[in-house]
């Protein structure tokens, strides 16, 4: 028998042509890193802590069995369409558009308003993603700084839009990583003073006091956008847009063929149709945080901010120590310090059980 020959060596690409052909601001770029947390309480994410209950998952590898995996799902995921609806109460004449978790109708959506000289504006801090899509769609993208306290500052955001005339408005409802809702009449302004379409990112709704989503039909420049991640989906990829059929009609050009797979079109009809078990999970999160707020807020120098979502916002008197001492306890939480002036030593904790809130507190107590 002969031996196996050695593999050849992998060509290198040369650095010049690679530098040459590919986009400045691309090469500038680092590529999003996800932090492993195998081992870790994993508190760093704004995931959904809690299991699936054993019934709930044979239901599910039931209809996971059925799935005809060798063949191409269904293209325009009618019958998740169907069951997203019913569980939202949305009527069929409002747009529905399905994406591979919010982050790609977010791609989408910028791509498809990328006109030449176009500009993107939103709030910042806030979702990162905003700005990155700006960049690799070659959209200009406006940042508007918050008020100390993470307020938005609507006067700044009126005059941005005056002076700018932004195609696309990205406001995230409540506001990620800050937590806050900003209020409902400051939304109203900016989508009665936008030329262009604006994107209420309502990513934390299931933990929220409010939603535009039943005033779709108020505004016909709103579009809002959801993900199931934060309500125990995230391992899915399912994000959903609604607006107008004059908008979603127009994205749904950009949107790729089949990008929702077969899986998550089974998988999350089942979890959907379960919502007092999604809701109960909610109320123990909403709960939960409440508990986490008082007890950070009673630690020596810690500031925590009010939020309307699945995780706390805390500015800690040395954050990078807090961070390491919370890994060194295996505790993985999201560090913001150096992400943004006005994050400056604050930590993003995402909301667990009980049991990994109390880990997270003791931990905390100790390095206090």
């Not at 959904?48 to 191409?72: D, G, M, S």
């Not at 002076?163 to 939304?187: C, S, V």
């Not at 505004?219 to 391992?235: D, E, Q, W, Y």
């Not at 500015?315 to 150096?338: E, T």
Request: proline letters at 8%.
């Amino acid at each position: 028998m002969n031996a196996r020959a050695p593999a050849p060596a992998l060509a290198r690409a040369p650095a010049d042509v690679v530098g040459a052909v590919v986009r400045p601001e691309i090469r500038a770029l680092s590529a999003y890193a996800v932090a492993k947390a195998e081992g870790l309480i994993k508190l760093d994410a704004m995931e959904n802590p809690f299991p699936l209950p054993e019934a709930l998952r044979a239901k599910i590898a039931e209809a996971v069995a059925a799935v005809p995996v060798n063949r191409y799902p269904d293209g325009g995921a009618d019958a998740l369409k169907a069951a997203l609806r019913h569980s939202i109460g949305l009527t069929d004449a409002a747009g529905l558009i399905l994406g591979n978790g919010s982050d790609e109708l977010i791609a989408i959506i910028t791509v498809a308003l990328a006109k030449p000289g176009a500009v993107m504006l939103a709030p910042e801090p806030s979702f990162v993603m905003y700005r990155m899509n700006a960049l690799y769609a070659g959209m200009r993208f406006v940042g508007v700084p918050l008020e100390a306290g993470f307020a938005l500052d609507t006067g700044a955001m009126l005059a941005a839009i005056d002076e700018h005339r932004p195609a696309l408005i990205f406001l995230a409802y409540p506001n990620n990583p800050t937590g806050n809702l900003f209020p409902a009449a400051d939304i109203e302004r900016i989508l009665r003073a936008a030329p262009g379409l604006v994107v209420l990112d309502e990513a934390y709704y299931a933990f929220a006091d409010a939603s535009f989503l039943p005033r779709i039909a108020e505004f016909p420049n709103l579009l809002v956008l959801r993900t199931v991640s934060k309500i125990g989906m995230a391992g899915l990829r399912l994000g959903y847009a609604v607006a107008a059929p004059e908008w979603t009609d127009e994205l749904n050009k950009v949107r790729q063929p089949y990008n929702l797979n077969a899986l998550t079109q089974v998988v999350a009809p089942v979890l959907l149709a379960e919502r007092g078990l999604l809701a109960e999970q909610a109320g123990i999160l909403k709960s939960e945080r409440g508990r986490l707020n008082a007890a950070l807020a009673a630690l020596p120098g810690v500031t925590v901010f009010p939020t309307q979502t699945n995780f706390v916002l805390a500015r800690f008197p040395d954050a990078p120590r807090a961070f390491a001492g919370l890994r060194a306890a295996g505790i993985l939480v999201k560090s913001l310090h150096g992400w943004h002036p006005l994050l400056e030593h604050c930590l993003r904790i995402t909301v667990g059980t009980p049991a990994e809130n109390d880990a997270l507190l003791a931990a905390l107590t100790q390095l206090h």
